[in-house]
Structures are given as structure tokens and as C-alpha cells.
């Protein structure tokens, strides 16, 4: 006697339209883009040399790391979505396992908040 384990119930298969290439044996598993992969699709759609696409899309997030990071400019992307430089205040914590208190400094990071037309796809 065979004994099949049961799925939750929120549990459903990702379709053929959730992907965005073909996946390979890891985006099976978690489903999940790397730059190669994105790279690799733009070099299939258009036919350029793969030097020169992987060349542009690290100029594209070197561009928009350096404009969050240094200069502290959001980037904003129509139709796409907006990364944003967001600032932390100075605040106090505690170190449960030593019982000391600790000062975490005030620091910005990183967000991003999709258009209201990528998120709508999404749904």
C-alpha cells in the first residue's frame, strides 16, 4: 500500500505563465531569476552578443546602486516600480543570550515599491 502525502491547502503548482523562461532544475526549486538568466533571455529575444548584454545590465544596476548609495537619489522606473533610499533612526536594542543593551546607529536602506500596473499582472 502506497501512502501520498497531502499538499496544504494554499499549496498550488506554479503554471507555465508565472515562469518567465523556461526554468531550469534550480528554478524548480525555488523559483527564483538570476542576472545570468535574465541576461541569457535578453541575449535568446534579441540576438545580441552576451558580452554585451551582460555589459549593459551591470551598467544599468551599477547605475542605480550608485545613485541610491551615493548620492541618496530614488530611482524611479515607469511602469515598473520605484527603488527608494529609506532612513532608520538611532535606536537601542538588546542582546537577550548576554543581557547587555546595544546602540544600532541610524542608517539608510534600501526599498522598492512596484507601479500600480506591474503589481496589477501580478495578481
Known amino acids: 500500500m502506497v501512502f501520498i502525502k497531502k499538499m496544504p491547502r ?7 505563465k508565472q515562469y ?12 527564483a531569476m538570476t542576472k545570468a ?5 535578453i541575449v535568446e ?23 541610491m548609495s551615493v548620492s541618496k537619489e530614488n530611482v524611479y522606473l515607469r ?11 538611532k535606536k537601542t536594542a538588546r542582546n537577550i543570550s548576554k543581557n547587555t543593551t546595544m546602540v544600532i546607529e541610524a542608517h539608510d536602506f534600501p526599498a522598492f515599491k512596484p507601479a500600480k500596473s506591474f503589481a496589477a499582472k501580478m495578481k
Open 10 to 16: 494554499k499549496f498550488s503548482y506554479p503554471t507555465e
Open 45 to 67: 529575444d534579441t540576438g545580441l552578443p552576451k558580452k554585451d548584454v551582460a555589459a549593459t545590465v551591470e551598467a544599468f544596476m551599477e547605475e542605480i546602486r550608485n545613485c
Open 37 to 41: 538568466d535574465i541576461i541569457n533571455k
Open 79 to 89: 511602469g515598473f516600480g520605484t527603488f527608494t533610499v529609506k532612513h532608520r533612526a
Open 20 to 31: 518567465l523562461c523556461t526554468p531550469n532544475s534550480k528554478q524548480q526549486k525555488n523559483i
